[in-house]
């Protein structure tokens, strides 16, 4: 085995989730699952039903500029109409993010829409989601009937359909915009809002806890204005994160920002939106590398790598997977041990720590269809009479190494069934195509997101990855590195099946420690 050479270091990135709430949340979202947009010459993909013809009154447009790291990234759009032929009277507010990004020194940009069609109280009737991901589109559907939402996934050659309850105060993609907007806070007043946040191929539900603080003179991109600063913090059953937004005094957002992730948008024109220029200063890649103060010499040879992890807010405990290959031991509230060992079917090891597959670890998704005509055509075709499941693992490995020729950063986040077409992309697209390859094979697989030792920067990169069930214990596979296994190299935070309602919560994983972990090697065997 072998360490990354420096100059492949870039493409054993995991780029980070995206989804729209009020401006600050959704364009970090958008960045953290890190999909691209670009034009192709696919076959047309499945398109949103638009809803019928009916007079529409604009109500509002404003626009936001997207700061990461001081740069202007991108903007976000947003527009509500109200229509009057119907009863009750409808609203319908879309929401544009579009974003350029540099990555390792390459640009990628993103492009979000979503939409709500509510009544003029909140009640939402229907809502859209459309995320153009390099040559993969994924479109959410959905609509409210009592106490059921109804969504419909669709990527290439794919359409699924799953479910979630609704409760009469569930509020929809913009539920905190338009909560504030209906009714201000005043300084001292605290407000819980339930609202819908969309995944990579679903939707989840959350709360957002809103704290107004003080009048303060808070800067923006013209000049200051006296604005009411909110401390706000959006919960999910996997994940809690933080942010601060300042409105006016009708309850509108003028800034926001989530420090964690240096991200900040303005109100601001349409001119000063869209003038993004050339400068691209801050590197989504370069700058959330986790260094670390000594370099660890071949680390995907290691036998096993312990190491000490610090949370600036949080414990690592609850952040970082435990198994059999990944052992995490708490220091203190903030602190923790963890000790990755190289794991391969004839190692001794204990596998109490191990969970038997789902069905869904087994099954065709929107994400990673093992079901796809040229999924199985590549998954029978390689290693056709072997019938040892591990060594069917490594063939289909070093398939996927040696095939996604085209190793870049356009993608961001394409499906198996795309790759497999296009066999292009980083660590994301290698992952979710070993996946499918392997399930097509019988062979249950997931993806692991995490990060991984770049030799070129002294420091771990985000990174995703695979764990296959072999001999009765889940063992990692890394397509990307074609090494046949890893070594202590990789530190997990979390694994999923990639399915409509698990897939969100591994990459927002990644929100969990980006810009506060600090890592410290202590021992390599």
Known sequence: MQAIPASQHAANTLQPPRRSLWPGVGSALLVVAAVSCRQTTEPARPQPADPPPQPAAVVSETWDAVFMGGT??????????????????????VSR???????????????????????????????????????????????????????????AGKETTSELAWSADQGGFFAVEESLRRAPLRPGETRTVSLLMPGLAGAQLATATLEAQQVETTRLLEGSRDLLR?????????LSLDGVCWTDEQGEIIKSQLPDLQHETFRTSRERALATGDSHDFDLGFDTIVRVASPLPRPHATRQVVYEATLQHGNPVEVFASGTAQHV?????????????????????????????????????????????????????????????????????????????????SQGFATAADVAQSLEGDCTEH???????????????????????????????????????????????????????????????????????????????????????????????
């Open 72 to 93: 202007h990234v991108g903007s976000v759009h947003t527009q509500i109409t109200r229509t009057s032929d119907t009863e009750p009277p409808m609203v319908t507010i």
């Open 97 to 155: 993010a579009q974003l350029a990004i540099s990555r390792f020194g390459n640009v990628t940009t993103m492009q979000l829409v979503n939409q709500s069609v509510e009544t003029g109280d909140g009640t939402v009737r229907s809502f859209s989601q459309r995320t153009e991901s390099g040559v993969s589109t994924l479109i959410l559907e959905g609509r409210v009937e009592g106490e059921r939402a109804y969504l419909t996934h669709h990527t």
């Open 230 to 238: 909110i401390k706000q913090t959006v919960h999910t059953e996997s």
């Open 329 to 409: 031991e708490p220091l203190d509230a903030q602190r923790a041990r963890i000790t990755v060992r190289a794991l391969r079917p004839d190692l001794p090891t204990d596998d109490a720590f191990e969970q038997p597959p789902t069905d869904a670890e087994r099954l065709p998704n929107n994400l990673i269809q093992s079901d796809d005509q040229r999924v199985i055509q590549i998954a029978n075709g390689v290693a056709a009479e072997a019938t040892d499941p591990w060594q069917i693992c490594l063939a289909l490995e070093q398939w996927v190494h040696a095939g996604i020729e085209n190793k870049n950063f």
């Open 431 to 525: 992952a979710v195509l070993l996946a499918a390859l392997c399930r097509a094979r019988q062979i249950p697989a997931r993806v692991c997101v995490g990060l991984v030792y770049s030799p070129g920067d002294q420091g771990f990169a985000f990174h995703m990855w695979n764990e296959v069930w072999i001999t009765g214990r889940w063992i990692p596979l890394d397509a990307t590195l074609g090494l046949g296994g890893i070594g202590g190299g990789h530190i997990k935070l979390r694994h999923s099946d990639l399915s409509a309602d698990q897939a969100e919560s591994a990459v927002m994983s990644v929100l969990q420690v980006m810009n506060q972990l600090a890592l410290q090697i202590v021992d390599v065997q």
